[in-house]
Structure formats: C-alpha cells, structure tokens
C-alpha cells in the first residue's frame, strides 16, 4: 500500500540555521511526491514536487527537497530558516495505483526561533 | 481570479442536524476533492469528482454526500451531523486531470463544530 511518513511531529530551528524537515514513502512503481506548507488557518499551499529527473527540486520560498531512491525519503531543506517558515508542513505522495488520491502525511510543525 | 473559496468559514450543529458546505472555484479545473483535516492525521480524502455529474468515494465517505451539478461547484453534505465529525474541511481543485504530477489547490477552510 502506498504511505507516507513523517517522523517528527515538530522541529524547532533558529532564524538563519538550515533547517530539514524529514519526509519518507512507500509506493509500488515510480514515486509522484510533493511537499505543502499550510500557515494558520490557511488552505494548504503547494511548494514543490518531484516526477522524474534531478534529485534536488527546487520550489517556492526558497525550498528544496532532495530524492533519495534507495532511503525512500524526500527531506524538505532550507539552508537559512526565516521566522516566517514557521507552519506546518506536509509530505504527499500520488497514489499510482490508477486511483485519483493524493496521501498526505500526518504534518509536521516547523517553528523558527527568533 | 479568487482561486478556491468554501462557504461557511465555521460552523456549529447539533448532532443530527444537516448542512452542506459549497466549494466553488474559477479555475476551470476537472478535478475537485473534499478532505476533513484531524490532528495528527493530516489530510483524508472523502470524496473526489472527476467532471461535472460524476462522484466517486474516497478514504473516509461515511456520513458525508456530495454533487458536482456545476463543473465550478462541488458541494459536500452532511445528512445527520455526529460528534465525530468535528473538524477541519477542506476543498480542493486539479490542474492535470488526474494525472500522476497534478498540483491541487485548497481553499481556506471549513470549521465545523459538533456539539
């Protein structure tokens, strides 16, 4: 079955340090995966996603997420954290079964320290 | 260009009572979801539409009823309203018809309370 993990439920970073938030999956075939950011009480925004290529994607706000096939992971990464980052963020991988479903994991909370 | 819009913002019931919340977009997208967001279980599809006229379940349909009489519109009902759906829902449309890469976009929200 198609699935998709977040290990942590909150990271904390400070304003300016890297920050990663870990994502990892489990699909049948090729992996469709996206991260989402949702900022309070907002509808969950699109940042980027991967479909082929190049296994570091690059998306809005300056975030990227790097493929990695043989540890099944999509980690979102910054390299300089913002106050502004802070929200929650959400891992999706594209169900490729010949459904029309989208699963998300369970959200992690990002929190940048000023 | 407003996007995704969904009416109301919030909302209290009584169990057994009903509503629909309305999801409208403008972006002539095909494909339109509904998903109720819980704590620490991120977003679960409840029912999808491909097109104008047609439904189809997705993980969590019990309880909930939904049409697409308007390719703009997808309307999501709730005949009896329980506890249990408490929650945050959320409307969403697709730019890629379905396809494997397709990026949806969500609305604001609907929180729904009930008592």
């Known amino acids: 079955a198609q699935s998709v993990a977040q290990p942590e439920d909150q990271v904390n970073v400070a304003e300016g340090n890297p920050l990663t938030v870990k994502c990892t999956y489990s699909?049948?075939?090729?992996?469709?995966l996206f991260w989402y950011v949702q900022y309070p009480n907002r509808g969950l925004q699109f940042l980027l996603k991967?479909?082929?290529?190049?296994?570091l994607v690059k998306g809005s706000y300056g975030f990227e997420a790097e493929f990695n096939k043989s540890q099944t992971s999509f980690h979102l990464k910054k390299p300089s954290a913002l106050v502004s980052d802070s929200a929650l963020y959400f891992c999706?991988?594209?169900?490729?079964?010949?459904?029309?479903?989208?699963?998300f994991g369970a959200g992690t909370r990002l929190f940048v320290k000023a | 260009n407003a996007g995704v819009t969904q009416t109301p913002k919030f909302r209290v019931l009584k169990t057994g009572q009903s509503m629909t919340l309305l999801c409208a977009q403008d972006m002539n997208h095909e494909y339109m979801y509904w998903y109720r967001q819980d704590p620490g279980m991120g977003l679960r599809l409840i029912h999808y539409s491909v097109g104008e006229g047609t439904t189809a379940k997705g993980e969590v349909p019990d309880g909930y009823n939904v049409s697409r009489l308007k390719k703009q519109n997808f309307l999501l009902g709730l005949e009896s309203a329980a506890p249990s759906q408490t929650s945050v829902y959320f409307c969403a449309s697709s730019d890629s018809a379905g396809r494997p890469w397709e990026t949806q976009y969500f609305g604001p929200g609907t929180r729904l309370l009930v008592l």
């Open positions: 999706a991988v594209r169900d490729n079964t010949g459904g029309f479903k989208t699963i």
């Open positions: 699909v049948s075939g090729n992996p469709y």
């Open positions: 991967y479909i082929t290529g190049d296994n």
